[in-house]
């Protein structure tokens, strides 16, 4: 969804693009819940030093030395969320391997299932994951008010192993087409589901950062496809079992989810407050239960207790406004030229002698994991909007550098170093950014009743645009020159920033309820 990929051919596109413990009482071991770790203070103290206290009045350095120990303590706060977390991003490993897996055993399959040498049909293996992932996207927000995200997680393993099976025993177009298919529709529910989930679950602190989980998860899956593609150069059946290799994960993410939680604000609005309060307290802390419980039956008073919202009220107040910037912002990323530079990358890095495309591949794979990581760190130190203004801007650079690389004059050799230094500055700025930040805003601005629909409708938005700038990319290139096309994407690379500026609140620090209040006037404690 976020992530970055390079095709060895220019074809129809893929997509770019996460228990209650007790006091224990008479000696009795802390009771947890599914992935139940105790929560850890969050600063770490010497036991002994109260012990100190009682005993001895410490000198200067005995305090300078516990103030310098306080410092260098470790905030893990995050970790009794993390397992969950972890094992949701599963499923863009998944995202990020299918992408993957189609880079190289194209020509393999177009040859030994008898499509070789037809671009319209090689297109068509690739673009039919697209509609099924547009499908996906679009019934992931009706299945998430109705079942919670579990349950939606583990029937989505369905489509996603089935296809990954029929895809490696396909003998013929028809076969590989279905399979690819379904494979697709699975990657669609994903998709939306996995940001829904983390923001639903992450403490409101650590929610930024657990969120790059996603993007972290799709390079690796990305990276993990071209490493074990390599056979498929010298192997022509080697696809097959790539395809078998991609069915294993689906089988962990459905016995996975068994042991993870529900998110508690869905808990909630289906009346199940306990369950809420014990997730609540064994992930958050037990200073955060009657807050958190209070905001969420606060928003469900004034939303009612229907579980399940009306596609029509996304042209309502204030949902349509948080519908239209989630459109938008997935306009503006695809037409930013993701898919675009990614295709024409591989040909840029062949002008340096880099002629094989899995090694290609690997150089972006491995760049927009250098991204990711750093946004990790970026998300809750700097804040979302700051982030992705910070990236597209970048963006926008690396496009001007590119553009002047390919215009100008230069030595061949210097021009040509120019113009990979642009493309992996690309690259690296997305995944800092544009990538994982517009799949994380869009559920944290959206309300907790709407939440599903739109994003339901932001990543129908995404795969529809990912299907047009594939479609008509190399005929602009034909058309205006590559050059020309470049300064486009650099252009709506500055556009999308001031779109950020002026549309987009920081949505960093505050609980999704206090975001949610804050963008309706309407509801207590509006206008903050």
């Not at 410092?71 to 499923?91: C, E, I, N, R």
């Not at 604000?265 to 369950?275: A, P, S």
């Not at 107040?317 to 695809?334: C, N, T, Y």
């Not at 491995?366 to 700097?382: E, I, K, R």
Request: charge should be negative.
């Amino acid at each position: 969804m976020w992530v970055a990929t390079v095709l060895h051919r220019p074809v129809v596109p893929v997509p770019l693009f996460f228990t209650s413990h007790l006091i224990p009482k008479v000696l009795l071991k802390p009771k947890t819940f599914r992935f139940g770790f105790p929560l850890p203070s969050l600063k770490l103290k010497a036991s002994a030093t109260k012990k100190q206290l009682q005993t001895q009045e410490p000198d200067n350095e005995d305090l300078h030395n516990q103030e310098k120990s306080n410092d260098q303590s470790f905030d893990l706060g995050w970790l009794p969320t993390f397992p969950h977390v972890l094992v949701a991003s599963m499923s863009n490993f998944l995202f990020g391997y299918h992408i993957g897996v189609m880079n190289g055993p194209i020509v393999s399959i177009a040859r030994e299932l008898g499509f070789e040498g037809d671009p319209i049909l090689e297109g068509l293996v690739v673009s039919i994951f697209i509609a099924g992932a547009f499908i996906g996207s679009l019934s992931c927000g009706s299945l998430v008010d109705k079942l919670g995200c579990r349950r939606t997680f583990q029937i989505d393993t369905i489509p996603l192993v089935l296809g990954a099976v029929l895809s490696a025993q396909a003998h013929s177009l028809n076969e590989i087409l279905l399979g690819r298919f379904l494979v697709g529709l699975g990657i669609g529910v994903n998709t939306v589901l996995v940001p829904i989930y983390i923001s639903e679950v992450a403490p409101t602190k650590y929610r930024g950062s657990l969120g790059t989980l996603s993007q972290i998860g799709s390079c690796l899956g990305i990276i993990f496809s071209l490493c074990l593609g390599i056979p498929a150069e010298h192997d022509p059946h080697w696809w097959r079992i790539m395809f078998y290799i991609a069915s294993m994960p689906g089988f962990l993410l459905a016995l996975g989810m068994q042991f993870t939680v529900e998110s508690p604000r869905w808990l909630c609005r289906v009346g199940d407050i306990k369950d809420a309060q014990t997730i609540i307290r064994n992930l958050w802390g037990d200073s955060e239960v009657d807050k958190a419980i209070e905001e969420f039956q606060s928003i469900i008073s004034n939303d009612g207790t229907d579980v399940n919202s009306r596609w029509m009220q996304l042209l309502e107040e204030p949902h349509s406004r948080v519908a239209f910037i989630g459109g938008a912002l997935f306009v503006l990323q695809q037409f930013a030229g993701i898919n675009g530079v990614l295709y024409f990358s591989s040909l840029t890095f062949q002008d340096v002698g880099i002629a094989s495309g899995a090694l290609a591949s690997l150089f972006v794979g491995l760049t927009n994991f250098a991204g990711a990581l750093c946004a990790s760190y970026l998300m809750d130190t700097q804040g979302r909007r700051r982030l992705l203004i910070g990236s597209y801007l970048g963006m926008a650079v690396s496009m001007f550098l590119t553009v002047f690389a390919i215009n100008y004059p230069l030595e061949e050799d210097f021009s040509h170093n120019l113009s990979i230094l642009g493309t992996l500055m690309y690259i690296f700025t997305f995944a800092i950014g544009a990538g994982p930040v517009t799949g994380l805003i869009i559920p944290e601005l959206s309300s907790s009743k709407t939440r599903g629909k739109i994003m339901s409708f932001s990543f129908s938005v995404h795969w529809v645009c990912n299907f047009l700038v594939g479609l008509l990319f190399l005929d602009l290139v034909e058309m205006f020159g590559v050059a020309s096309v470049y300064a486009g994407f650099g252009s709506v690379s500055v556009l999308s920033a001031i779109f950020a500026y002026y549309f987009l609140v920081e949505t960093k620090g505050r609980s999704l309820e206090e975001i949610e209040m804050s963008l309706n006037s309407n509801m207590r404690g509006g206008g903050r």
